[in-house]
Protein backbone atom coordinates (compact mmCIF):
# COMPACT_ATOMS: atom_id res chain seq x y z
CA UNK A 1 0.00 0.00 0.00
CA UNK A 2 1.26 3.48 -1.28
CA UNK A 3 1.00 6.13 1.48
CA UNK A 4 -0.66 9.31 0.07
CA UNK A 5 1.15 12.79 0.42
CA UNK A 6 -1.05 14.25 2.84
CA UNK A 7 -0.98 10.85 5.46
CA UNK A 8 2.85 11.45 4.90
CA UNK A 9 2.93 15.27 5.21
CA UNK A 10 0.37 14.55 8.81
CA UNK A 11 2.92 12.73 9.93
CA UNK A 12 5.26 15.82 9.91
CA UNK A 13 5.75 18.89 12.37
CA UNK A 14 5.28 22.14 11.48
CA UNK A 15 9.06 23.24 10.62
CA UNK A 16 8.99 26.05 11.97
CA UNK A 17 8.00 23.86 15.66
CA UNK A 18 11.14 22.49 15.48
CA UNK A 19 13.99 22.91 17.97
CA UNK A 20 17.82 22.53 18.06
CA UNK A 21 18.84 19.20 19.15
CA UNK A 22 15.13 17.85 18.72
CA UNK A 23 14.51 14.56 16.98
CA UNK A 24 11.84 15.51 14.87
CA UNK A 25 9.76 14.53 10.92
CA UNK A 26 9.27 17.61 8.88
CA UNK A 27 7.93 17.29 5.66
CA UNK A 28 8.17 20.07 3.24
CA UNK A 29 9.21 21.34 -0.51
CA UNK A 30 13.28 21.19 -1.88
CA UNK A 31 13.45 24.83 -2.61
CA UNK A 32 17.52 25.05 -3.65
CA UNK A 33 20.19 22.51 -3.57
CA UNK A 34 24.00 23.08 -3.59
CA UNK A 35 27.01 20.64 -3.18
CA UNK A 36 29.43 22.50 -0.34
CA UNK A 37 32.97 21.33 0.88
CA UNK A 38 32.30 19.68 4.45
CA UNK A 39 36.20 18.70 5.91
CA UNK A 40 37.88 18.09 2.44
CA UNK A 41 34.58 15.94 1.40
CA UNK A 42 31.54 17.35 -0.78
CA UNK A 43 27.63 17.75 0.84
CA UNK A 44 24.77 18.14 -0.54
CA UNK A 45 22.80 20.85 0.86
CA UNK A 46 18.85 21.05 0.26
CA UNK A 47 16.73 23.94 1.91
CA UNK A 48 13.01 22.39 2.26
CA UNK A 49 10.12 24.76 3.04
CA UNK A 50 6.32 24.28 4.35
CA UNK A 51 4.31 27.21 5.39
CA UNK A 52 5.92 27.93 8.45
CA UNK A 53 9.95 28.14 8.02
CA UNK A 54 12.45 25.81 6.13
CA UNK A 55 15.03 23.83 7.91
CA UNK A 56 18.66 22.17 5.68
CA UNK A 57 18.81 18.76 4.81
CA UNK A 58 23.07 17.97 4.90
CA UNK A 59 23.79 14.60 2.79
CA UNK A 60 27.56 14.36 4.13
CA UNK A 61 29.81 12.94 1.57
CA UNK A 62 26.81 12.94 -1.20
CA UNK A 63 27.04 14.91 -4.27
CA UNK A 64 23.78 13.73 -5.39
CA UNK A 65 20.71 11.43 -3.62
CA UNK A 66 18.28 9.23 -6.08
CA UNK A 67 15.09 11.06 -6.36
CA UNK A 68 16.55 14.73 -4.58
CA UNK A 69 15.33 17.71 -7.20
CA UNK A 70 14.36 21.19 -6.86
CA UNK A 71 10.66 21.43 -6.34
CA UNK A 72 9.59 17.73 -5.10
CA UNK A 73 7.96 17.00 -2.12
CA UNK A 74 9.57 15.82 0.76
CA UNK A 75 9.43 13.95 4.50
CA UNK A 76 12.60 13.64 6.25
CA UNK A 77 13.32 12.84 10.00
CA UNK A 78 16.82 12.87 12.27
CA UNK A 79 18.16 15.15 15.03
CA UNK A 80 18.00 18.82 14.22
CA UNK A 81 21.51 20.45 14.68
CA UNK A 82 23.31 23.67 13.30
CA UNK A 83 25.14 24.59 10.91
CA UNK A 84 26.43 27.41 9.26
CA UNK A 85 23.98 29.53 11.31
CA UNK A 86 20.81 27.79 10.02
CA UNK A 87 18.91 24.97 11.70
CA UNK A 88 19.96 21.11 9.84
CA UNK A 89 19.53 17.66 9.73
CA UNK A 90 22.37 15.84 8.93
CA UNK A 91 22.42 12.81 6.58
CA UNK A 92 18.54 12.68 7.24
CA UNK A 93 16.30 9.39 6.72
CA UNK A 94 13.65 10.58 4.29
CA UNK A 95 10.79 9.74 2.26
CA UNK A 96 9.95 11.30 -1.60
CA UNK A 97 6.27 11.74 -1.76
CA UNK A 98 5.25 10.91 -5.42
CA UNK A 99 4.25 13.37 -7.51
Same mark, same amino acid.
Not at 59 to 77: D, M
Given at each position: ?8 ? /? ?5 ? /???? $???? $? ?12 ? %???? %? ?39 ? $? ?12 ? %??
Amino acid at each position: MTATPELLQ /SAAAPIG /SVRW $RQHT $RIGGTIRSMRVQPW %ADVA %ALECLVLDETGGVLLVFLGRRSVAGIELGRQIVAEGTVGAH $RGYLAILNPVIELI %AR
